[in-house]
């Protein structure tokens, strides 16, 4: 029926070196590897590097991949998110000139690639979902997830407590997943 | 333990952590303490697994397509990377530590132990911790420093064509080139790696072994002027010009090159 291999017969098929394989799944996860990495990065050329620094020891390291503990997209944008915030904090602390340098030039396209996004029915329903979050929970996560700052910068930045932005962060998170399964029943 | 105790004082609220874990929000010394919590603590273990659909969610909500010169460039460097094989770090290289002087470097360097050297510096490329002489290390990482100066540069480009595959950046006059599918040659003769440059001599970037395939190389120091890859069949241990009609051919106009 479904003649589209998932992503996870992909991968289990990449770790065993199947170039094919990684072509296909390529297809699959470049856009959303891509699309996080320069959420969190904005600048543009630095985001293509780092993605294609992820689908490179996407390939290299495929064989850890375990299908029984998660799916593979899970997988692939665990690894892309921790590169991209790893790049984001080393530029943030390499000094605020480069990263003015590189929001400057990643907004305008960025908001332009965001509109792009619209149509994309479960995109829309997370992005309606984290506007029912208050304000604080929904920053909390915003600047963790998408910024890349740790809880205790997202604590400095908004001026509460530690324990008050941990707490706004799972908060958030709940709120967003009951609101996102009810948006799917 | 021999470290310094105030590396280990203990969290003091571990429990509050899953959620900032799920995220990446732990600054650096948090997160690994906190992880040896996680490997004794099945509820974090399970709260940080269920969080693991929120942030599937977040990740997707970001999706845009890839630029369109991405995928080629991906591919191409996966023919020259090896894999990592299941449950364990890449083999050890059995590339010797090539010895570092002062001096330039030559045009154009063939990477001399191939595949493993391309096992070490994708390891260090990619921010693997492997356990190394330091004389491997430095030998892998400044030979990853230059693989990764072409790959990530802006304007790196792929190109292919028969088993000849490039990926160069003329900004950073370099390029990493692999020859695959090609039949092997005669007793007696070798296949040898060429570089064109207009009208001036060809100049031979290398003799390729004879067990043949993925060979990699690593050319640097690149101008403007060079036009072509070529490899041409030569008699054992390669010639001083090519004496034979190349077997394959491959212009490095569309990668930046041959004004």
Redesign the interface.
Known sequence: MDVTATADELLTRV?R?D?RA??EL?GQV???????V??VLRD??QS??V???V???L??????YDRDR??A??WV??L???RA?DRVRSVRAAGEREERVARRAGTPAFDQ?AE??ES?L??DW??RCLGRLTDLQRQA?TL???D?????E?ARRLSVPL?TV??R??DG?LR??SC?DGASA | MTRPRTLWWPLRDPHSLAVPYALDALPPRELARYERHLAHCERCTAEVRAHAVDTLRLARAAEVPAPPGLRERVLTAVRTLEQESAGRPAAPPAAPARARTGTRRPLLVPLAAGAAVLALVAAVLLGVELSRTQGQLDAGRARAREINHVLAAPDAAAARDGGLSVIASASRGGAVITVTDLAPPPPGRDHQLWLMSGAAAPRSLGVLPDSGSDTPFLASGLTASASSLAVTTEPDGGSQRPTTAPLVQLALKSVGFGE
Do not use: C, D, I, N
């Not at chain 1, 470049?30 to 996080?36: A, C, K, M, N």
């Not at chain 1, 390939?59 to 850890?64: D, E, G, L, P, S």
């Not at chain 1, 890349?148 to 205790?152: A, D, H, S």
């Open positions: 770790g070196g170039q990684f072509e390529y470049s856009g959303p590897v891509y699309g996080l320069r959420r543009p050329a293509e590097e993605t294609q620094e689908l490179l020891e390939w290299r390291t495929a064989a850890r998660g799916g997209l899970s944008l665990t892309a998110h921790r915030v690639v792009e996004v994309g479960e995109r997370v992005r996560v963790a997830y998408y890349g700052y740790t809880y205790r997202v324990g941990k707490t962060m799972r998170l967003l997943r996102l």
